[in-house]
């Protein structure tokens, strides 16, 4: 009828792009994301880590729960006792504290 035969052409070459042409723009943004995700976050961990392992006595800390809290005994490293009220003492693990508000300045030595 009316239809003519279609060839199709000979496929030619790839261009010449080799494996590190094609998978630069893919190592490009893992790099970015190191860079402007990855890092600070690990950053900020190390910093709050420090933070909660050097807790004292009279450090005003809030809690994960947004409760304002006063230290009053550090128990062990896993521990720490906070007073969140007059006359009202918490016993708190030390990974729920997420923030320091003040810091207590260590005794001289006289």
Known sequence: MFATPAYAQAAGE??????????????LIFVIFYFLL????????????LTVANLRRGDQVVTAGGILAKVTKVIDDDEVEVEISQGVKVKLIRSTI????????PANDN
């Open 98 to 105: 997420t923030g320091v508000l003040s810091k207590t300045e």
């Open 38 to 49: 990855i890092r600070p976050q690990q950053k900020r961990s190390k910093e709050h880590k």
């Open 14 to 27: 790839a261009g010449g792009t080799s494996f590190i042409t094609s998978m630069f723009p893919l190592i």
